[in-house]
C-alpha cells in the first residue's frame, strides 16, 4: 500500500476557519486487472484544525511524494479513493476533508470517485 510515512505537516497557522484545496493534476496507479496505468486527478480540500486546538496542514512535497507512492500499486479506483481519505484524515485529524478522484476514461467509461471524513458543508463539497 501507499507510504504514509512520507507524509508530514505543519501547524495550522491560525485559528480563524480557513479551507485549502490541493489539485493532484499528475496522479497514477495501476489496473489490478489488467496492469495498465490509470491516470486521474485528486483534489483535496479540508479546513484544519485551529491552531489552538492542534490543527496540521499538509507538506506538499510530502503530499507529493506520497501520491508518487501509488505509481505501482494495482489498486481499484474506489480503494484510491478511501485510502487517500483515510490517509490524510488520520494523519491531520481535520474538520472535515473530501477527496475527489476524476478518472481517464478507458473503453468509453470515465469515473469520479467521492469519500469524506467529517461533516462537509455544502458549499465545500467536491
Avoid at 39 to 46: A, L, N, W
Wanted: with cysteine; net charge neutral; glycine share 8%.
Amino acid at each position: 500500500m501507499p507510504d504514509t510515512s512520507l507524509l508530514e505537516g505543519f501547524a495550522t497557522p491560525t485559528d480563524s476557519p480557513f479551507v485549502i484545496e490541493h489539485i493532484v493534476e499528475e496522479f497514477t496507479s495501476v489496473c489490478p486487472k489488467t496492469g495498465h496505468p490509470d491516470f486521474g486527478v485528486v483534489t483535496i480540500r479540508f479546513e484544519p484544525r485551529a491552531a489552538s486546538a492542534g490543527g496540521i496542514c499538509v507538506e506538499l512535497k510530502s503530499l507529493k511524494l506520497y501520491m508518487q507512492s501509488f505509481r505501482n500499486e494495482g489498486i481499484y479506483y474506489e480503494a484510491v479513493t478511501n485510502a487517500i481519505r483515510d490517509d490524510l484524515a488520520a494523519f491531520m485529524k481535520p474538520a472535515w476533508l473530501a477527496v475527489r478522484t476524476d478518472w481517464k476514461g478507458r473503453g468509453g467509461i470515465r469515473s469520479v470517485i467521492r469519500a469524506e471524513s467529517g461533516q462537509v458543508p455544502p458549499v465545500w463539497k467536491v
